[in-house]
C-alpha cells in the first residue's frame, strides 16, 4: 500500500504571494490532517478533515486554509505569505477507526 | 488534550537497550498511548501505540503501568540508525470523534558508536 504523499517536496516563495500544498492519503483512509514544523514552535496542529467536512482545527490564522475532496485529497492554501511561514508542513491521514495518524514526508516551504 | 512530558535529550551506546518514558497525569480514560519517531526533515513516523499493560512489535516495545501515568518506550539494541527525535503523545483513538495530534517537544535520542 503506498503511503502518504505530499507534493511539491520544496518550494521557494515570496511575501505576499500565496502557495498551495496537496496531499494524497493512504489509500482508503478519510481523515487527513495537516501540520506546520518549526525549529522554535515544533509541530503544531492546523486542522483536520474527514469527509471533505473540516472536522477540527488549531490556532492559526486565518490565511491558512484547506479543504478535501471527495477522493479524500487534501489541499492546504497559505495566503499573503510572511516570513514567518517559512516551515516544513506535514500532512497525516488516517482510517478513523483507530486514528492512528501516518504522516507524509512534508513539504519544505522557504519564504523570501 | 492530555499533556506529556519526556526527557529532552538522551545518549545511548551502539547495541544498548533504551528506555524513553513518558509522563502523562492527565490521561483520559479513552486516552491511548501512541510514539513517533523522527528524522530531519523527514515526517513523523509511527512506532508503536498501547492502552494498557504491554505492547510489543518488530520495532519497540511500550509499557504502561496500571494507573496509565506514565509509559515507557523500549527500544532493544540500538544502532546508529536509531537517532532521531521521539515523540509521545496520548489522545482519544477510539474513533469516537475527530483526533488532533498534540506534539510535545520530544526526546532527542542521540546513538553513538
Known amino acids: 500500500k503506498a503511503g502518504v504523499t505530499q507534493t511539491p517536496r520544496y518550494l521557494i516563495k515570496t511575501r505576499g504571494q500565496q502557495v498551495t500544498l496537496s496531499c494524497s492519503p493512504i489509500s482508503g483512509h478519510r481523515s487527513v490532517s495537516w501540520y506546520q514544523q518549526t525549529p522554535g514552535q515544533g509541530l503544531q496542529f492546523l486542522f483536520e478533515?474527514?469527509?471533505?467536512?473540516?472536522?477540527n482545527k488549531g490556532n492559526f490564522p486565518g490565511r491558512f486554509s484547506g479543504r478535501q475532496f471527495s477522493n479524500s485529497r487534501s489541499e492546504m492554501n497559505v495566503s499573503t505569505l510572511e516570513l514567518g511561514d517559512s516551515a516544513l508542513y506535514l500532512c497525516?491521514?488516517?482510517?478513523?477507526?483507530?486514528?492512528?495518524?501516518?504522516f507524509g514526508p512534508g513539504t519544505r516551504l522557504t519564504v523570501l | 488534550l492530555a499533556k506529556t512530558t519526556q526527557p529532552i535529550s538522551m545518549d545511548s551506546y551502539e547495541g544498548q537497550e533504551v528506555n524513553i518514558t513518558c509522563s502523562h497525569n492527565n490521561i483520559a480514560t479513552n486516552d491511548y498511548i501512541t510514539w513517533y519517531q523522527q528524522f530531519p526533515s523527514q515526517g513523523p513516523r509511527f512506532i508503536i501505540q498501547?492502552?494498557?499493560t504491554k505492547v510489543t512489535n518488530e520495532v519497540a516495545s511500550l509499557f504502561i503501568p496500571a494507573d496509565r501515568k506514565s509509559s515507557t518506550l523500549s527500544l532493544p539494541r540500538v544502532s546508529l540508525s536509531d537517532t532521531a527525535v521521539y515523540y509521545c503523545?496520548?489522545?482519544?483513538?477510539?474513533?469516537?470523534?475527530?483526533?488532533?495530534?498534540?506534539f510535545g517537544k520530544g526526546t532527542k535520542l542521540s546513538v553513538i558508536p
Open positions: 498501547g492502552y494498557k
Open positions: 478533515y474527514f469527509s471533505e467536512t473540516q472536522r
Open positions: 497525516a491521514s488516517s482510517a478513523g477507526n483507530t486514528d492512528t495518524q501516518y
Open positions: 503523545l496520548v489522545g482519544d483513538s477510539s474513533g469516537a470523534g475527530s483526533y488532533q495530534l498534540t
